[in-house]
């Protein structure tokens, strides 16, 4: 079965500190796709990036860089020079296609706490 | 463009009573899917709709059901409410149906349950 694992569960730091949010998965599928969402204190899940299982290339989005290894099931999130508005809940998730189409399996969050 | 809209944003209601929340999806968007957050947890998938009907369901018992209109929007009821209920609803739409990855969420509805 599906499975996502965040392990850290809160994390606090600096603002302008680099920070890795990490992100375990399991799946039996050759074809899925892997998810980060930022929720704010609104609630709303904000969409930041989806890979398919087929493209292990790194991704840059600003300050944003996301590192998918097959090899270890991991598919990290790192935020460059961290700002107190970069303060949320990252969600990792993760959608199998074979197995259960679209519907998205989450991990448990991390909280992120960025100080002035 | 509007987002994704649900209403209520909160709701406040006894344990055994019914509930119903709704969701209009992202203009646009024919597919609409239902997740459960639990405080201090991630999202659990409900069901999803499309064509009018449930396409997928995950582990949530039949006092949970929906339904969804011509117009793409969806209601989510619950009947006999329970005090494990209380959560923060969402609603995320997206484009054909069950084979689609990317799905847009909707602030959601938080649900409590006295």
């Known amino acids: 079965a599906q499975k996502v694992t965040q392990a850290q569960t809160e994390i606090s730091v600096v603002e302008k500190e680099d920070v890795t949010l990490d992100c375990v998965y399991e799946?039996?599928?050759?074809?899925?796709?892997l998810f980060w969402y930022k929720q704010p204190p609104s609630g709303e899940l904000v969409f930041l990036i989806r890979?398919?299982?087929?493209?292990?290339q790194n991704e840059i989005s600003g300050r944003y860089s996301w590192n998918f290894q097959k090899s270890t099931s991991s598919f990290n999130f790192t935020i460059t020079a961290s700002q107190v508005v970069d303060s949320a809940v990252y969600f990792c998730?993760?959608?199998?296609?074979?197995?259960?189409?679209?519907?998205?399996?989450f991990g448990e969050g991390t909280q992120l706490t960025v100080n002035p | 463009d509007a987002g994704v809209t649900q209403s209520p944003t909160h709701l406040i209601k006894t344990r055994g009573q019914q509930v119903t929340l709704r969701c209009s999806p992202k203009?646009?968007?024919?597919?609409v899917s239902w997740y459960q957050q639990a405080l201090g947890q991630g999202p659990q998938f409900i069901f999803q709709?499309?064509?009018?009907?449930?396409?997928q369901r995950g582990n949530f018992p039949d006092r949970f059901s929906g339904h969804q209109f011509p117009n793409y929007s969806s209601e989510l009821n619950v009947n006999a409410l329970l005090l494990g209920d209380s959560a923060l609803y969402l609603c995320?739409?997206?484009?054909?149906?069950?084979?689609?990855?990317?799905?847009?969420f909707g602030p959601g509805t938080r649900l409590t349950v006295t």
């Open positions: 890979r398919n299982s087929f493209d292990e």
């Open positions: 995320a739409s997206s484009l054909g149906g069950p084979k689609t990855y990317e799905q847009y």
């Open positions: 709709y499309y064509e009018e009907e449930e396409r």
């Open positions: 203009s646009g968007h024919d597919t």
């Open positions: 998730a993760l959608s199998e296609e074979e197995t259960s189409g679209s519907r998205l399996t």
């Open positions: 799946t039996r599928d050759t074809t899925y796709y």
